[in-house]
Nanobody, 119 residues
Framework: QVQLVESGGGLVQAGGSLRLSCSAS????????MGWFRRAPGKEREFVAA????????VSADSVKGRFIISGDNAKNTIYLQMSSLKPEDTAVYYC????????????WGQGTQVTVSS
């Protein structure tokens, strides 16, 4: 089992910045990817960004490219999401997720952290 704990959410004005953190514990040795997803009120959960541990490769959604940066510290089993130029439409609960080598999808999820961007 893998446990994920997010932190860093909050309330920020449009144009501001926030940094989210997600720390993994438990059977972390099998983790291949970690990523961020979000769910806005009344909407489906959507992919935000992900990091591949073996080569630090990253991918992000078009809606956040140029504004959000995902990074990670393998030694700490922690990933970060640096969010800049935040917009009201970025308001959502942000979830951290992990995928192990043997799994086709992300199967471990954090409890979520609320990000609210005021206009």
């Amino acid at each position: 089992q893998v446990q994920l704990v997010e932190s860093g959410g909050g309330l920020v004005q449009a144009g501001g910045s926030l940094r989210l953190s997600c720390s993994a514990s438990g059977r972390t040795y099998g983790i291949a990817n970690m990523g961020w997803f979000r769910r806005a009120p009344g909407k489906e959960r959507e992919f935000v960004a992900a990091l591949r541990w073996n080569d630090a490769g990253t991918v992000s959604a078009d809606s956040v490219k140029g504004r959000f940066i995902i990074s990670g510290d393998n030694a700490k089993n922690t990933i970060y999401l640096q969010m800049s130029s935040l917009k009201p439409e970025d308001t959502a609960v942000y979830y951290c997720a992990a995928r192990v080598d043997s799994a086709p999808e992300y199967e471990y999820w954090g409890q979520g952290t609320q990000v609210t961007v005021s206009s």
